[in-house]
């Protein structure tokens, strides 16, 4: 029997490498909100029972964007991805088992394929006792190390070495586990993996589409408006 999975998306980001005042995940791409196109193939999936996205106090344009699924909660986020992150799992502490999945996805990620998210899912629940994994893509591009002054100090081997994308997938109670750890001991984690390596886990790396990008800067958007028409 497979385990029910349950998801977060952290939005309460205000996107300041964007620039002007819409925080990116409310950035219009082919005629809707970031957000929606990060949401729709988590709401398409079965075995997603329920969606926490965290947000700002007061987000009004959460509820603007035209998110009508029943799935989808809004939550209050925090001021860090990880804080949000925590407030996510918490909205499902009535109802979650700590073997439970947990699902984490970038509000501002709007190419996750439907394949690449039942691959997921699929390798985690081919791997029993595994504490969960993540989509991540082999690194392709040269690597250089940059001095302070911004002048290349050598060339990094790109050998064992991957870019982490979401979602990302773990156990319910050992991600919330490591989470209040991480903010017990003063700890910023910059994903759920991180937090999970901190508490001496091992995530599964399950090879992702590198389409799958998040949107940093404005040139991004026609990247994903292509991404999304080639879907």
Known sequence: MTATCWAVVPAAGVGERMG??????????????????????LIRCDRIRAIAVATSPGDARFSAAGITSDKVRRVDGGP?????????????????????????????????????LESLLGRLDAKPGVVGGLLACPVRDTLKRADSRGRSLGTVSREDLWQALTPQVFRYGALRQ?????????????????????????????????????IPRPGDLALCAALLERS
């Open 20 to 41: 002007g005042t819409t925080p990116k995940q409310y950035l219009v791409l082919a005629g809707r909100p970031v957000i929606h196109w990060a949401l729709a193939p």
């Open 80 to 116: 860090r991805r990880q804080d949000s992150v925590l407030e996510g799992l918490k909205a499902f502490e009535a109802e979650a088992a700590p073997d439970d999945w947990a699902l984490v996805h970038d509000a501002a990620r709007p190419c996750l394929t439907d394949t690449d």
């Open 178 to 214: 490591a989470l209040e750890a991480a903010e017990v001991e003063g700890a910023d984690v910059t994903d759920e993996a991180a937090a999970m390596e901190r508490a001496g886990h091992h995530p599964v790396l399950v090879a992702g589409d590198p389409g799958n990008i998040k």
